[in-house]
Structure formats: C-alpha cells, structure tokens
C-alpha cells in the first residue's frame, strides 16, 4: 500500500503584484509529493521561488491558486496557527528562533509549551533542569552549562542549534529550513548541518531544507529538488541522487 504523503503540493501558484506593471509569477504550477521521512534538498538560483514556496507551504503566504495538503488535511487556506500543529521552521536568521531576553531554559519551556507536553510533565518540574541538560548536550554546543544564559549572549551557532533543537522538540511531521546555516561560518555550519542530519535521522522527520551549498544539498537528504523561475526543473532521489556531481548541477544552472 502507497505511503500516505506527509505533504502534497499540487499545481501551486503565486503571483506577485497581479495587474500591474510588476506583475510576476513567482510559482507556475509547482506540483510535489513529499513522503515520510523524505529529506530534500532545494536549490536554486535567487529569486527561483525558493522561500516562496516555503512559505505557501507554511502559510505565511496564501497562494493564488493550487492545493495543499499536510498530513492529510486540506490547508490550502489555512493560517499559519492551524498548520503549525504540522510544521515547524528554522530560518537564516537566528534570531528568528529564539527569544533572545529569555534564558535557554526559558525558550526550551516556551517550546515545549508549544508542544502542549509542559503540563503534563509539570510533575516533573524538579527534573526539568536535568531533561534539559541531556537535550543541550545532544548539541554539543557546550549549551547544557548556560541555561540561564540569556540567548542573545549566544554565539549565531549555539543560538541556531538550539533552534534547530526547540524546532524538532515536538517531532513535527514536516520540518522547513530555510538556509539555515547560511549565516554561520563554514565550521560551524557543517557542525550544524552534522546536527540537522543526526537530529532528523534519528527522529525520521521529513524535512525540506533550502540550501545555496550544493555540496550539502548532495550530500545530505535521500532526495533533491531543484527550483528554476517558479519551476521544478529536476527532482531525484536514491541512487540517481547519489550519482550527481556538482558539476551536473552547475551546468543544470547554467542552462
Ligand atoms: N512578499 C513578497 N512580495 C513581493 N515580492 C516577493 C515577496 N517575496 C518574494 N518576492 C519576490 O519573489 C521572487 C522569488 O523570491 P524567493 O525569496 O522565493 O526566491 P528564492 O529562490 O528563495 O531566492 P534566494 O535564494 O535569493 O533566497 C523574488 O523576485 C522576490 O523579490
């Protein structure tokens, strides 16, 4: 029996400005079917769609046409509250993933409360302190020494890695990341990238991950897709992914 699709994407559609000198099309027909456990990496060149489509998924944009399903569930006009419950999201930009005036051990609760589990472990509280050691730990980012450090005193890769951390806190169905490694030097991206490959590994999350390194894009995830003006111009998988070079992509951009 087919596997039930974590996400569908069909026939998507976005257009900017409709009816006016600006008018674009940012998304022409985008179809896709993301099955469980599925880890694609998105490339492509500015401006292709990328975070567009993203965020149409996400629902912090409505799409001017096309359907969209999570989990099974229609959300095409959905809200962002509704669909959350779904999907989580790490950005570029740290800062977008933390609460930087609260302590680490405040956004890991804030997180949790998000879960809708804080209540249920309330019982736990004397614990708490020790739980959330071991998950810092996990990152081995030196984080299980500074939960009350307040966040903005974090350097830009301890505070994505517990992003990427109080984002997979839930087990979503889907997880989005958009660039996010992208602002962190190239050590501590790939220490970012090992953790993003352990953490979705382990918990089997189904992942979309925007990514501008094309060396990541090929060596993480079972699956690529590759955006170019608004379409999906190249989607493989398994060993058809494992055969691409970086120079087959290169030449992909080029023309
Ligand atoms: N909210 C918006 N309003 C108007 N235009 C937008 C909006 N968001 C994106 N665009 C435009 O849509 C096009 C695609 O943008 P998008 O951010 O999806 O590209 P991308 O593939 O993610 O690019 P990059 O790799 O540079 O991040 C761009 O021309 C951008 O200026």
Redesign the pocket.
Known sequence: MPQTAVLTVQHLQKV?FPGTINE?H?LKDVSLAVAPGDFISVI?N???????LLNTIAGT?PTDAGELTLAGHRVTHRPVAYRARWVSRVFQDPKLGTAGDLSVAQNLTLAERHTGSLSLRRYQRADQTARYRELLATLEMGLEDRLDAQVKYLSGGQRQALSLLMATLSHPQLLLLDEHTAALDPQTSAKVMGLTEKIVTTQHLTTLMIT?KLSDALRYGNRLVM?QDGQIKLDVRGREKQALRQEDLMSLFMA
């Open positions: 900017f674009r940012v492509g500015n401006g292709a769609g990328k975070s567009t944009l501008h955006v």
